[in-house]
C-alpha cells in the first residue's frame, strides 16, 4: 500500500464517518412507524450504523499497518492508469471542466437567457479550455459551438419535447 | 405477444430504425475512447421517458451490445480499448493489425462477437423462463434474501478490497433513502432542505457517476496522443473454415462469458480475461499470445458478447442486475413503471419477448454493420476529446433535468460526478455503488412487507427454504475472501517458522 493510497483510505473512512453521523442525527429524529414494524428510520440507520461499523475498520486497519486493498478494475477509464510515461497530466483542467458545468447549470436557471446562447458560450468556453487556442482553432471552435447548440436545442425542443425555460 | 411475434415486431419500420440507431451509437461510443456504453445508456435514459416502453427497450438493448462490441475497433487499430471490456483484445489485436492484417484482426473479434452474442441470447432464452418460474413462488423474504445475496456476491467478487466494495454498496444504498418513504408517505433523511423532499433521482445520480466523472477523467489526460494503425476491409470477411477452427475456442469463452454475465458484479472485463487466460493456458502456440494472436482476439471478443445475454438472465427473471449497465436497464424499465423479475414475464411478456429478439437482433445488425462500416468507425476515433466532451456535458445536464423537469436534478448529477471521480481516485469500487442504489428500495420494501405479513416476526426469513439459503449463500459470500486471506496467512506463517531442511 502506497501512502498515498493510505491517505485516501483514511479520507474515505472518515467522510463516510461523517456521512453515517449525519444520517443517524437526522434519522434518529423521525418518529416512530405506525403502520409496520420497521418503519421510515429503522433502514437508515441500520445501514449508517454498519457503514460507521466498517470504517472504523478500516481506521483500526490502518492504524496497524494493515493494507486496506484498492479496486483494481475501474468504472471509469484513464484513472486507474498511469500515464506519466506517455503524457501529462491535467488535473487542472478537470477542475476547469467541473467549475465550468456548474457555472452553465447556473446559467440556465437564469431568467431570459436563451438555452441556445447558454450552450454555445458553455460549449466554445470548454472547447478553448480543453484545446488549443490558436486563431484558426477559435475560429472552429466558435462555428462548432454555434452549430451544435443550435442541432441540441432543435433536438430536446423538436424531438424530446423538453421544456428548456 | 410471443418471441416470434416480438421478432416480426422489430422488422416494421421505426423499431428497426431505433434499432439500427441503437446499435450504431452503441458502436460509436465504443469506438471513442474516454466514451463509455454505460455513459451512453446514462445519457439516454432521460429520453426514453418519451418514448414507448417496447421502443425504449430496444433502444437501451441495442445500444448495450453496441456498445460492449465498439470498443474492438479501437483496441485493434490505436491499443486503446474503447470499452474497458476490450482490454484483453489490445493484448492481441493490435500486434496483429501492426503486422499488416488490421482487416483480419477486426474480422476476427467481429466473428468472435456474433458468435459470444448468439450462444448468450440462447442460453437467455432457456434459462430465463424456468428461473422467472421459480421466482414468481418467491414471497417478500425470499425477494429480499435474493436482494441480500446479489449484494453480497457483488462485494465480495468486488476485486481488490471487499471492505471497500461493501461500504460502496452501502453508500450507494445510503444514497437511495431520502425522500418520501413509499410505505409510510413521511419525508425522511431531507436534512431541512425542501428540495430533498423528492429524494435523490436514481437517474441523475447514475448520469453523475457513469458521464460527468468519466469526462473529468478524460479532461486530465486530454494531452494523451495516440498511434494507429489504418483501417483496411481487406481480410475482413473470415471464412468458414476460420469459424472451423476457432469453433472450440468461440464455444468454450463463450460459455465462460455467458456464466461470468449471470453471476452478480463479474462483468465483460473479467469474464475476457478469464477466456482469454483459458485459451492461453489451452493454446498448443502460447507463447504468439500478447504477440498478436487469433485465438487471443476470439476468446476475448467471444467472451465480453457472451456476458450480454448472461446478465439479462437475472435481470429478467428475478429483477437483480447482473451488472452496470443491467442496472441502468432496470431504471429504464422503472421509468416506464415496469418492475423486472418474474412478474414481469406473466404482466408484460411484450417486453421480455421485445428485449430477447431485439438482443440477437441487435448481435446480427452489429456484426453487419462492422464489417460494411469498420473504415467509417476507425475515423471517429480520431475525431478530438476537446470537441467531444462539451456536448457530451451538455447532454448530462438536459439528460438531468429532463425527467422530472427539476433544476436540483442537475446539482446532483453534478455533485455524483465529483463524488464518483473522488472515490475511483481511492480506489473504491463504484459497482457495487450503483449496484447498491438501485436494489436498496426493493430490499426495504421487500421487508417491510414480510414483516407486515408476519406481524413483525423476523424468523421466517431464516426458516423459510429458500430465502434461509440465499442468507446463507450471501454470508459465506462476505465471510469467505477474509476467512481464504486469513488461513493463507497462517499457511505462510507457519511455513515460514518450519525449521530449513537439514543438508544431505
Redesign the interface.
Known amino acids: 500500500m502506497t501512502n498515498r493510497q493510505g491517505r485516501a483510505d483514511f479520507g474515505f473512512a472518515i467522510v463516510t464517518l461523517g456521512v453515517c453521523a449525519l444520517t443517524w442525527r437526522e434519522a434518529s429524529n423521525l418518529p416512530p412507524a405506525l403502520f409496520d414494524p420497521l418503519g421510515p428510520k429503522t433502514f437508515p440507520l441500520w445501514i449508517s450504523g454498519l457503514l460507521a461499523a466498517l470504517a472504523v475498520l478500516i481506521l483500526l486497519r490502518l492504524a496497524l499497518g494493515r493494507s486496506i486493498g484498492a479496486s483494481r478494475t475501474s468504472l471509469i477509464t484513464g484513472l486507474g492508469d498511469d500515464p506519466s510515461a506517455t503524457h501529462r497530466t491535467r488535473p487542472g483542467l478537470a477542475a476547469a471542466t467541473f467549475l465550468l458545468t456548474a457555472a452553465y447549470a447556473a446559467a440556465l436557471s437564469v431568467p431570459g437567457l436563451r438555452f441556445a446562447v447558454a450552450t454555445a458560450g458553455y460549449v466554445l468556453a470548454l472547447i478553448l479550455t480543453l484545446g488549443p487556442r490558436r486563431r484558426r482553432d477559435v475560429m472552429i471552435a466558435a462555428l462548432v459551438s454555434v452549430a451544435g447548440a443550435g442541432a441540441i436545442d432543435l433536438l430536446f425542443r423538436v424531438v424530446f419535447a423538453v421544456d428548456l425555460q | 405477444m410471443t418471441l416470434a411475434e416480438a421478432f416480426l415486431g422489430l422488422f416494421a419500420l421505426k423499431p428497426f430504425l431505433i434499432l439500427l440507431g441503437g446499435v450504431l451509437m452503441g458502436i460509436a461510443v465504443g469506438v471513442l ?2 466514451i ?1 456504453a ?1 455513459m451512453l445508456l446514462a445519457l439516454t435514459l432521460p ?1 426514453t421517458y ?1 418514448m414507448s416502453s417496447v421502443n425504449a427497450v430496444i433502444l437501451m438493448i441495442a445500444m448495450f451490445v453496441g456498445g460492449v462490441s465498439g470498443g474492438l475497433v479501437t483496441a485493434t487499430l490505436m491499443r486503446i ?1 474503447g470499452e ?1 471490456n476490450a482490454v484483453m483484445t489490445t493484448l492481441d489485436g493490435y500486434p496483429l493489425a501492426r503486422a499488416g492484417y488490421p482487416g483480419r484482426a477486426l474480422g476476427l473479434g467481429n466473428a468472435a462477437s456474433l458468435i459470444g452474442g448468439g450462444l448468450s441470447w440462447l442460453v437467455l432464452v432457456l434459462l430465463t423462463p424456468p428461473l422467472a418460474k421459480i421466482g414468481v413462488a418467491f414471497g417478500p423474504f425470499e425477494n429480499f434474501a435474493l436482494v441480500i445475496m446479489a449484494l453480497a456476491l457483488i462485494t465480495s467478487l ?10 460502496a454498496a ?2 450507494g ?2 444514497v437511495s ?1 431520502p425522500g418520501i ?1 413509499e ?2 408517505g ?1 419525508t ?4 431541512g432542505f425542501n428540495a430533498m423532499e423528492g429524494g435523490l433521482n436514481s437517474l441523475p445520480v447514475i448520469i453523475g ?2 458521464a ?14 495516440t498511434e494507429h494503425v489504418r483501417a483496411r476491409m481487406s481480410g475482413i470477411f473470415i471464412t468458414l473454415r476460420d469459424y472451423v477452427v476457432h469453433g472450440w475456442n468461440m464455444l468454450r469463452s463463450s460459455v465462460i462469458g455467458v456464466w461470468m454475465g449471470i453471476l452478480p458484479g463479474v ?1 465483460a ?2 469474464a475476457s480475461i478469464v477466456a482469454y487466460t483459458a485459451a492461453k493456458n489451452i493454446s498448443r502456440t502460447p507463447e504468439k499470445f500478447g504477440q498478436g494472436s487469433e485465438e487471443g482476439i476470439v476468446a476475448a471478443e467471444s467472451a465480453n458478447n457472451a456476458t450480454t445475454g448472461g446478465t439479462l438472465v437475472p435481470l429478467l427473471a428475478l429483477g437483480i442486475p447482473g451488472g ?1 449497465t443491467d442496472s441502468i436497464l432496470l431504471s429504464a424499465l422503472m421509468i416506464h413503471n415496469l418492475t423486472p423479475g418474474p412478474l414481469l414475464y406473466r404482466n408484460h411478456p411484450e417486453i421480455v419477448n421485445t428485449i430477447m429478439a431485439s438482443h440477437l437482433v441487435a448481435h446480427v445488425v452489429m456484426f453487419a454493420l462492422m464489417t460494411v462500416g469498420c473504415v467509417l468507425f476507425a475515423r471517429m476515433m480520431l475525431i ?4 467531444l ?3 457530451v ?6 439528460g438531468a ?2 425527467l422530472n ?1 427539476r ?1 436540483f436534478d ?2 446532483v448529477m ?1 455533485a455524483f ?2 463524488i ?2 473522488g ?9 457495487p455503488f ?1 449496484i447498491g442504489l438501485v436494489l ?1 428500495p426493493v430490499a ?1 420494501t421487500e ?2 412487507s414480510g ?2 405479513a408476519t ?2 416476526d423476523i424468523a421466517p426469513l431464516f426458516l423459510r427454504p429458500i430465502s434461509g439459503t440465499f442468507l446463507a449463500v450471501a454470508a459465506l459470500a462476505l465471510i469467505w475472501p477474509f476467512a481464504r486471506a486469513a488461513w493463507r496467512r497462517r499457511r505462510n506463517v507457519s511455513w515460514a517458522s518450519s525449521p530449513p531442511p537439514s543438508p544431505p
Open positions: 475512447p474516454g463509455t454505460g429520453f418519451y480499448p474497458p468486488s476485486d481488490g478490497s471487499q471492505l471497500k466494495g461493501l461500504m452501502l453508500l444504498m445510503l433513502m418513504d410505505a409510510s413521511m425522511r433523511l431531507t436534512f457517476i457513469f460527468l466523472s468519466q469526462v473529468l477523467a478524460d479532461a486530465i489526460n486530454i494531452e494523451q496522443g462483468g472485463t473479467i452496470l478530438r476529446g476537446h470537441f466532451y462539451p456536448f456535458l451538455v447532454f448530462c445536464v438536459v433535468f429532463a423537469n433544476g442537475v446539482w453534478l460526478g465529483a464518483g471521480f472515490l475511483e481516485l481511492a480506489k473504491v469500487p463504484l459497482a450503483v436498496a426495504e421487508l417491510r414483516l407486515m406481524g413483525g
